[in-house]
């Protein structure tokens, strides 16, 4: 079977050869021979990096590590690059809200903007509540300020029924800007804080207890 990946070692036919050391500085143009062995020296391998140049680069590295680290940033690329959806925040079944309760549903939203997803806010009007839909419209206009630091929004509060939402996507520059504040101040983000993990699995709980309350699906 036809070897895959940068030629190494014994496979690299041309001479003279580019260096780059064992440490990643130049080493300038040697033969390719005197390369191989440094390599062998050290229990290294020499790596073919520019096989168009000319003279070619190569490089000592350790191949099976290398290959070990980038798998790795593959790995962290991709978990980075995960699809972005649509979550749902819910504040309740009416205005009638704790505090606590909102800042809880906020922290929920935050870990949300800050794993890449965009978010709606959705607040339930009850019986009377809807003659005082300007309440509605402040808690989201508060709602929108908290969560400035992460997001933007991309859905201006609206009506649907019952329902008040406010769609937020996440800001990347903003996020970036917040994950070095909290950073340099020795804390955790969000979507690394355990407690969030916890609020949220209370919250998921007491979601689907008001929706089988409720006849929701």
């Not at 939203?109 to 709606?120: S, T, Y």
Request: hydrophobic share 35%; net charge positive; glycine share 6%.
């Amino acid at each position: 079977m036809r070897p895959t990946g940068p030629r190494m070692n014994e496979r690299i036919r041309i001479s003279p050869i580019r260096l780059i050391d064992e440490n990643g500085e130049q080493a300038g143009v040697v033969e390719t021979q005197d390369a191989l062995r440094r390599a062998r020296d050290l229990g290294m391998d020499l790596v073919e990096m520019a096989a168009d140049s000319r003279p070619p680069v190569c490089r000592i590295m350790d191949y099976g590590r290398y290959k070990y680290e980038q798998s790795k940033k593959e790995k962290a690329n991709k978990a980075k690059s995960k699809v972005s959806e649509l979550k749902e925040v819910r504040l309740g079944r009416s205005m009638k809200i704790d505090p606590h309760d909102i800042a809880i549903r906020m922290r929920q939203a935050r870990k949300f903007l800050l794993e890449g997803h965009k978010v709606q806010i959705v607040q339930q009007f009850r019986g009377r509540e809807m003659a005082h839909r300007e309440r509605g419209n402040e808690r989201m206009r508060d709602i929108i300020a908290q969560l400035e630091e992460l997001g933007k929004v991309e859905t201006e509060p609206r009506m649907a029924g019952r329902r008040m939402s406010v769609i937020i996507g996440p800001d990347k520059r903003k996020i970036d800007t917040y994950r070095r504040k909290m950073e340099a101040e020795g804390k955790a983000t969000e979507e690394n804080d355990p407690e969030v993990a916890k609020e949220a699995e209370a919250v998921a709980a007491a979601d689907a207890a008001e929706a089988t309350d409720s006849g929701e699906e």
